[in-house]
Nanobody, 126 residues
Framework: QVQLVESGGGSVQTTGALRLSCKTD????????KAWYRQAPGKEREPVAQIHGGGVDTYYVDSVKGRFTISRDVHENMLHLQMNHLKPEDTAMYYC???????????????????WGQGTQVTVSS
């Protein structure tokens, strides 16, 4: 069973920054596709960013491109999401997610997630 434990959420003002972290095991970090999702009140959960097992290929939704960076730290078995220039519309519960690399999905945003973390709240005030 894959475990994902998020940390790093909090409250910031517009244009502020936060760094989310997700602790997992070495195998998941190195070989699974890992992603961050978020869910705002009254809205569906949506993908934010994904990183492949190799840690090189990354993908972002348009609304966070240029502001968010997904990365992994193989020494600490951690997945990170650096969020800069935060906006009120980034307010949501953020979830760490993982799925096996097979079968492949051409559209990463629609790929089914197999494992979820418990979530960490991010609140951005104007």
């Amino acid at each position: 069973q894959v475990q994902l434990v998020e940390s790093g959420g909090g409250s910031v003002q517009t244009t502020g920054a936060l760094r989310l972290s997700c602790k997992t095991d070495e195998y998941t970090l190195r070989y699974y596709f890992k992603a961050w999702y978020r869910q705002a009140p009254g809205k569906e959960r949506e993908p934010v960013a994904q990183i492949h097992g190799g840690g090189v290929d990354t993908y972002y939704v348009d609304s966070v491109k240029g502001r968010f960076t997904i990365s992994r730290d193989v020494h600490e078995n951690m997945l990170h999401l650096q969020m800069n220039h935060l906006k009120p519309e980034d307010t949501a519960m953020y979830y760490c997610a993982a799925r096996p690399p097979w079968p492949p999905y051409p559209d990463w945003e629609k790929a089914p997630i197999k494992y979820w973390g418990q979530g960490t709240q991010v609140t951005v005030s104007s």
